[in-house]
């Protein structure tokens, strides 16, 4: 069967869909990142994938699953959940043919089918069912649940309509109050599989910088007459960030919308629906005019409402008050002439003809270029050797991926630090793979065997002479590069193998706690053979070292203060930077994340000819240019204190004076920009402390308060760090073979190690996995090392996942109990 794919749901070759059929799991590898994520923040949907994976199980062709479980489900569904609330407000036949067909072939619902966005669309399908049967509190719970495994995003929407249902309907309010309470209660037991690791581990978040006001802003695509028009900004090519014109041929759609509230003013049910066209017409603009800014508000306050950093996710509501709205004014129309059904049943065809007319990229058209990756595929399938794929820039709809050879994007490797400090600028990120002399260890030792180059796709990608011939310039430069063993040509799709990559573990022959920056990347050291775990990363990793006898201190342009200070406990930490905006406050102070790196350095080297790799503690950066100050609160700490600043040293400072619990001034002129550690001051009961700056730009990264003695262990413990010299390394090379059990259980086996030693295990690092109990540091700032004795077997697990058992067990025992009253309340009125 023809493949069919789209961005955000990319082709599952048979081994991969297969993958699926499965337990939950709390850590996995993802389509976009191989070296795989923490789950529950997603695992919510795991029944929905459970039946793709059944699909691959029993043969069936993943075209076919797609069709048959998501684009098929979504137009079925959505026709008739709302011709079932139609019918409920007494609308005629030809009254709810229209209200179907709007809200089953809007923009909106034909944008997240064609980008592949399934679940979505089917629970945007199933809420009018929801409301349907709101009275009917068994079937309203089950409608909810199966929402919930959709998409868990949607019961927010679900909340915004019940509670105004409720507000209008307040003589009822006991019944919808008891009825929320128990669906809530259903609800938390149904998803106990993902809420109880989460609830005894990490509890989900969302990734790093979504939680900021900026990205309101950024992805506030539609304006106010996009939302007025019904009209998918996106509408009809379906690329992220290209906006369209709202199309003149759909003001007729508004006018029907509002016409029931002139032509039925006393109706409740118009009172209500139209309530929520106008609320969801001002929440789909999100940041834009009017009002710009009470959407970034709502989003930084209102608990949930992160969820819709992409606020176009509030069409839901608009389609479905437009589709009931018209559906009301289509049985008052109707009556004055009895052609206008067949007129609004043209125009609304008429509405969607760019659909009709293959102007879409995703499901809705044929993929480009398929025998080219489906050779791909079956060259890759032949290949039964482990190691990862790199798709660039990012994985196509058909790129091949399976648990044998996972894939990442490029743009993924772009979100871990080593990679991110390769970048030259700030136009070409992806230049990190050419320009970083170290880019191919760092593949290597993240088990990265190809390179995949996706083919220009001629309905998404610019077409311009230049960036045609820059992608094949590229291509050519990253296949003459020392690590790049083999290029093959599939058409315009190119696959580069490496020299060398390792297995998942493998065992360094040295390992290194580095005091400093990670620019130790650009010397001559061999990664593969040198564990680096650099402990300014966060606060907390060099407090490990005593349990990696085999490491030794490396100080890379820092001092002894630096390194004592790296052993404060995370606690004592204080970063001026949380209390600070993006933007300059009535302070002048800013800030910048550690997840700002490459913008951060592209700034100090634009502005002011500046550079530095230093870390942040992950605790960001505050930024003073001029002169300004600003007042921090210091931590208690129960009596003789000393009171300690790391701050940015560089050509262009000037001094920063502290004053109040503690006094100094400090020059912050030098001949390179790098991050030190400096004694403020020792005080008795420290409450707050004044950092006021003079010169072009000076840098605080943090403060810390500890009690006098503790500060004198942490030196004298410096002292011995530094002067420590580790036992010989193993004579000879170690041994390894392993057993996946599952992505989150492994069992490996160790041989011909005659040292302590670090087990390297090449996944992206997370301190829930656990090696005997113990927890890993994090290696080269991206993946996980262990310090193992010697020789031995070693059980890998990943801590979160045994909960997953006990929360399936109550997942399970919720919906059979669900079931049984629920037959039972059946059985009893019938």
């Known amino acids: 069967m023809f493949p069919i794919a789209a961005h955000d749901f990319p082709y599952l070759f048979p081994a991969l869909a297969a993958s699926n059929f499965s337990l939950p799991y709390t850590w996995s590898p993802a389509s976009h990142d191989a070296l795989g994520v923490f789950t529950t923040s997603t695992l919510w949907d795991w029944p929905y994938g459970l039946l793709y994976g059944l699909g691959a199980k029993i043969g069936l062709d993943f075209t076919l699953s797609i069709f048959l479980l998501g684009i098929l489900p979504a137009f079925i569904i959505s026709w008739f959940a709302m011709g079932k609330l139609l019918k409920s407000y007494s609308l005629s036949t030809s009254a709810r043919l229209i209200g179907q067909s709007l809200f089953a072939t809007n923009t909106f619902i034909l944008m997240l089918i064609d980008g592949g966005q399934l679940s979505l669309a089917i629970a945007y399908s199933l809420i009018p069912l929801a409301i349907y049967y709101i009275s009917a509190r068994s079937r309203f719970i089950l409608v909810t649940l199966t929402i919930s495994f959709l998409d868990i995003r949607f019961l927010y929407l679900l909340v915004i309509l019940a509670s105004f249902h409720t507000i209008l309907n307040l003589r009822q309010f006991k019944y919808y109050l008891i009825t929320g309470l128990i669906t809530g209660l259903v609800l938390v037991g149904a998803h106990s599989y993902w809420m109880l690791p989460s609830l005894f581990t990490k509890a989900p978040s969302l990734p790093t910088g979504y939680t900021r006001q900026s990205q309101v802003s950024s992805l506030s695509f539609a304006s106010l007459t996009h939302a007025i028009f019904l009209i998918q900004p996106h509408w009809p090519k379906n690329i992220f960030g290209h906006i369209s014109s709202p199309s003149p041929y759909f003001f007729l759609l508004p006018i029907l919308a509002f016409l029931p509230l002139v032509v039925f003013p006393r109706n409740n049910r118009i009172f209500y629906w139209t309530g929520i066209a106008l609320l969801s017409l001002f929440l789909v603009k999100g940041s834009q005019p009017p009002f710009p ?395 707050s402390i004044t950092i006021a700056t003079e010169g072009h730009i000076n840098v605080v990264n943090a403060l810390a308060v500890i009690p006098i003695s503790l500060w004198q262990q942490f030196q004298s413990q410096a002292d011995r760090l530094i002067n420590y010299l580790p036992p010989p390394p193993s004579s000879t090379q170690p041994e390894i073979s392993y057993v996946k059990h599952n992505p989150t259980s492994y069992t490996v086996n160790v041989k011909k190690l005659s040292a302590p030693a670090t087990l390297a295990f090449s996944q992206n690092y997370d301190s829930f996995w656990r090696l005997d109990n113990k927890a890993p540091v994090p290696l080269y700032s991206f993946i996980n090392g262990f310090s193992i004795p010697g020789s031995g077997e070693y059980i890998i697990s990943f801590s979160p996942q045994r909960y997953v058992l006990p929360g399936l067990i109550i997942s399970s025992l919720t919906l059979i109990t669900f079931s049984v009253i629920s037959f039972l309340s059946w059985k009893r009125v019938h």
Not at 501 to 524: C, E, K, M, R, W
Not at 578 to 600: A, C, M, V, Y
């Open 293 to 687: 800014q009470v959407y970034p508000w709502l989003f930084s306050h209102i608990p949930g409402f992160s969820l819709f950093r992409d606020p176009v996710k509030f069409f839901t509501l608009l389609a479905l008050s437009y589709s009931v709205l018209i559906a009301f004014s289509s049985q008052y129309l109707f009556q004055k002439n009895r052609l206008l059904p067949g007129l609004i049943v043209i125009y609304l065809l008429f509405l969607i003809t760019p659909i009709l007319r293959g102007q879409a990229t995703g499901l809705f058209s044929k993929v480009r270029n398929p025998d080219s990756y489906l050779q791909l595929a079956r060259f890759l399938e032949s290949d039964p050797n482990p190691g990862g794929i790199v798709w660039i820039p990012s994985k196509p709809p058909l790129g091949y991926s399976s648990p044998t050879h996972p894939s990442t994007d490029a743009l993924t490797l772009l979100n871990k630090r080593p990679f991110s400090t390769g970048v030259v600028g700030s136009y070409d990120l992806l230049n990190f793979l050419r320009e970083a002399s170290y880019s191919g260890q760092l593949l290597d030792i993240a088990s990265v065997k190809y390179l995949g180059f996706a083919a220009i796709d001629p309905l998404r990608d610019s077409l311009k002479p230049q960036d045609v011939k820059y992608r094949q310039v590229f291509t050519n430069q990253l296949s003459r590069l020392p690590w790049v063993k083999s290029r093959l040509d599939f058409g315009p799709v190119t696959l580069l193998e490496t020299k060398t990559h390792q297995n998942l573990f493998f065992v360094p022959a040295s390992t290194s706690f580095i005091i400093g920056s990670d620019d130790i990347y650009q010397s001559d050291i061999d990664l593969t053979k040198t564990a680096l775990v650099f402990a300014e990363e966060k606060p907390g990793i060099l407090s490990q070292i005593s349990q990696f006898p085999q490491s030794k201190l490396l100080l890379n342009r820092k001092r002894q203060i630096d390194v004592a200070a790296a052993l404060i406990s995370p606690k004592d930490f204080i970063f001026p930077a949380q209390q600070l905006n993006f933007d300059p406050d009535h302070t002048g102070w800013w800030k910048r994340e550690t997840s700002d790196l490459i913008s951060w350095r592209d700034f100090l080297q634009q502005k002011y000819s500046l550079d530095n790799l230093d870390f942040d503690f992950g605790g960001g950066w505050a930024v003073s240019e001029g002169n300004n100050s600003l007042t921090v609160n210091l931590n208690s700490c129960g009596g003789d204190c000393v009171v300690l600043a790391r701050f940015m040293v560089s050509p262009q400072g000037g001094k920063i004076e502290f004053s109040g619990s503690a006094q100094k001034t400090i020059a912050t002129t030098s001949d390179r920009a790098e991050f030190l550690w400096f004694e403020i001051g020792q005080v008795s009961s420290p409450t």
